[in-house]
């Protein structure tokens, strides 16, 4: 293992993305996020992606020099188009523009279209969180999960992120995808050559496997799962359905570079948390505090916070082998 300071794994991440054809501001955008994921535990969406990403900026499945746009069609929303780019930077035009919306008129939503893989989900919200607002993200990715009672695969993993401010301290974050575990998980024990539980996924033959290259042939095992599913649908009518962009049984895959570009979407929904009540955020804090005064409860979010002070302080630990072929790209 190889350690690394934050800075420099960002450095390590946007450089190579630049030299495989991405703008360099677009590089920057995407290397917070993963450096970001990296550092809050979430290898899965972290510097692992950045072999994949570069290698769809070269074969042209993400539009290295993509420019974002954003149109405003209506008093509270905000129409972005990541124009088959990274998410990344329209996400960040989202969180850019959404605080001073929603704090003028209480509630205000963006969708982006044409997008790619928006990462560990629950940063952005945190990041509209820490301005003041009450922030939920779902994203659309490609297909995964089949219909409960169904065999072929119509929803992806389709992340929801749920963020609110507490005073004084760092939100409260809920970021969870709707199968059993991310599918990032699952790539990334492909990656270090590892088996994956039983239970996490089935093979394209619909049987229950602990072969990470078997499972991402095969479908998700949903979270709950009719519940699951139904979220599911929810989530693909909200970011896609609603934005305009491509529903996960239309989307390419985020994980290689073959076809044309996934065109997923993401919603985003920013609430001032003081709207309805002045003291929302002092109720939010009361029943933090109530969660965390029972003997081995926690908020969600606390074991990621801990690992992101971590990282500050001792750096990422990152795989040699995987740094060495960042550097090779």
């Known amino acids: 293992m190889v350690s690394l300071t934050v800075e420099a794994a960002g450095r390590l991440a946007a450089d190579a993305l630049v030299r495989c054809g991405t703008r360099p501001d677009a590089a920057r955008s995407v290397a917070r996020a993963l450096v970001g994921a990296e550092a809050d535990g979430l290898k899965g969406h972290g510097l692992s992606r950045v072999p994949a990403y570069a290698a769809q900026v070269r074969a042209g499945k993400?539009?290295?020099?993509?420019?974002?746009?954003?149109?405003?069609?209506?008093?509270?929303?905000?129409?972005?188009?990541?124009?088959?780019?990274?998410?990344?930077?329209?996400?960040?035009?989202?969180?850019?523009?959404?605080?001073?919306?929603?704090?003028?008129?209480?509630?205000?939503?963006?969708?982006?279209?044409?997008?790619?893989?928006?990462?560990?989900?629950?940063?952005?919200v945190e990041a509209l969180a820490g301005q003041g607002l009450v922030a939920i993200l779902f994203a659309n990715t490609p297909a995964a999960m089949a219909p409960w009672g169904g065999a072929t695969a119509v929803f992806g993993t389709n992340p929801i992120a749920f963020a609110c401010p507490l005073p004084g301290r760092a939100p409260i974050v809920v970021d969870l995808s709707l199968s059993k575990v991310a599918r990032g998980n699952i790539m990334a024990a492909r990656q270090r050559g590892e088996p994956i539980p039983e239970g996490w996924a089935l093979d394209p033959d619909g049987n229950p496997t602990i072969d990470p290259a078997q499972a991402l042939k095969g479908t998700m095992v949903p979270l709950g799962d009719a519940k699951g599913t139904a979220l599911a649908l929810m989530v693909e009518l909200l970011a896609a359905g609603l934005t305009g962009g491509r529903f996960a049984a239309e989307a390419t895959s985020f994980l290689d570079a073959e076809g044309d570009p996934p065109g997923t979407g993401q919603f985003i929904l920013a609430i001032d948390a003081a709207g309805l009540s002045a003291g929302a955020p002092q109720r939010f804090a009361q029943l933090a505090r109530s969660i965390e005064a029972?003997?081995?409860?926690?908020?969600?979010?606390?074991?990621?916070?801990?690992l992101r002070a971590r990282a500050r302080r001792e750096g990422l630990s990152v795989a040699d082998a995987l740094?060495?072929?960042?550097?090779?790209?």
């Open 62 to 124: 993400v539009v290295g020099d993509a420019v974002v746009s954003v149109e405003h069609p209506k008093p509270g929303l905000l129409a972005i188009d990541a124009a088959h780019g990274f998410a990344f930077p329209a996400i960040d035009a989202a969180v850019e523009r959404l605080p001073e919306i929603a704090r003028r008129q209480g509630v205000a939503a963006a969708g982006i279209r044409r997008s790619h893989h928006c990462g560990a989900a629950g940063l952005p």
């Open 323 to 329: 740094v060495a072929e960042i550097e090779s790209l």
């Open 294 to 306: 029972q003997d081995g409860a926690r908020l969600p979010g606390a074991r990621r916070l801990a």
